[in-house]
Nanobody, 126 residues
């Protein structure tokens, strides 16, 4: 069955960096677009970044543009989120998600993604 397992979360001071990883299995990873979302307490799940099936196209939310970078390694069935210059408002549970389409031109919403991991907590202290 499809499995997405996130790792790499933790506690970091503002200005620091973390690298999240997502290990995928149970589907043809190289044909799916992959995304990262996050959800802070009391807030809706929000889009962070998406990468196309080949890794050739990416989109990042305005709130993280220039600080976060999504990437993937199809040989290892992995997707990553490099997070630099972290801010306290980045604190959230971060989720890895898979979309059966190879790329999304729009509709970067949770409903566009078909499979989800359980999430990893990222806490940024001020």
């Amino acid at each position: 069955q499809v499995q997405l397992v996130e790792s790499g979360g933790g506690l970091v001071q503002a200005g620091g960096s973390l690298r999240l990883s997502c290990a995928a299995s149970g589907f043809t990873f190289s044909t799916f677009a992959m995304g990262w979302f996050r959800q802070a307490p009391g807030k809706e799940r929000e889009f962070v970044a998406v990468v196309s099936w080949s890794g050739g196209s990416t989109r990042h939310a305005d709130s993280v543009k220039g600080r976060f970078t999504i990437s993937r390694d199809n040989a290892k069935n992995m997707v990553f989120l490099q997070m630099n210059r972290l801010k306290p408002e980045d604190t959230a549970v971060y989720y890895c998600a898979a979309c059966t389409q190879r790329w999304l031109w729009s509709d970067y919403v949770p409903e566009s993604f078909d499979y989800w991991g359980r999430g990893t907590q990222v806490t940024v202290s001020s």
